[in-house]
């Protein structure tokens, strides 16, 4: 059983570009949500989506954006990148209403911004 | 507002010795507290978590923590620490265990390194 997989591992960008992650979540998991963590500090909650639609967002800007298809896995957009957006982006799933609901993390896409 | 702090972002341990990696949360509700490890280049993988049903929580690998309501603490710690538990640990806190409110707020890490 595959866990939570992201695509690519690693993307190297410069500013002002715009770049999209992808995440599957673990088989029969519905939920994504999305982390960022930057270098030295604890992840940062970005947003979560269930059924298609974006349920909770944390304090990130607009330039954030996702999705969620069908199938229930994902995508993380960000545009107009800055410097600052260099870091490890986590996505996690987990299935809504498990009587022992868990978040099950992918290994991450490492993000630099030059 | 629920926030986690984590003393100490550097623990340094001899093989076979105690390991206390110390949390210390805040909220304005009963919270939901968890530990997570990181491995180099891997994701995170819950350790344990503590949902209201007993205050000391089991979890894998030989760790447990103490939810302490007085002290606003959720300690992690393990009697006799081995190489392998070398790595970056977080605590976190949520307001739910689950559902789609499930979002985790989380400390900046304490990296435990083990030394032989």
């Known amino acids: 059983d595959a866990g939570v997989t992201q695509s690519p591992t690693h993307l190297i960008k410069t500013r002002g570009q715009q770049v999209t992650l992808r995440c599957s979540p673990k088989s029969g998991h519905d939920t994504v949500s999305w982390y960022q963590q930057a270098l030295g500090q604890g992840p940062q909650f970005i947003f979560q989506?269930?059924?298609?639609?974006?349920?909770q967002r944390g304090n990130f800007p607009d330039r954030f954006s996702g999705h969620q298809f069908p199938n229930y896995s994902s995508e993380l957009n960000v545009n107009a990148l800055l410097l600052g957006d260099s870091a490890l982006y986590l996505c996690?799933?987990?299935?809504?209403?498990?009587?022992?609901?868990?978040?099950?993390f992918g290994s991450g896409t490492q993000l630099s911004v030059l | 507002a629920q926030s986690v702090t984590q003393l100490g972002s550097h623990v340094s341990v001899s093989e076979g010795a105690l390991v206390l990696l110390r949390c210390n949360y805040s909220?304005?509700?009963?919270?939901?507290l968890f530990w997570y490890v990181q491995y180099p280049n891997q994701g995170l993988q819950l350790l344990l978590k503590?949902?209201?049903?007993?205050?000391l929580v089991k979890g894998i690998n030989g760790f447990e923590a103490e939810f302490k309501k007085s002290e606003t603490s959720f300690h992690l710690t393990k009697p006799s620490a081995h190489m392998s538990d070398a790595a970056e640990y977080f605590c976190?806190?949520?307001?739910?265990?689950?559902?789609?409110?499930?979002?985790?707020?989380f400390g900046k890490g304490t990296l435990l390194t083990v030394n032989p």
């Open positions: 503590y949902t209201s049903a007993a205050t």
């Open positions: 976190a806190v949520s307001h739910n265990s689950g559902g789609s409110n499930y979002k985790l707020t």
């Open positions: 909220s304005s509700v009963p919270p939901y």
């Open positions: 989506y269930y059924e298609e639609e974006e349920r």
């Open positions: 996690a799933s987990s299935e809504q209403g498990a009587s022992d609901e868990k978040l099950f």
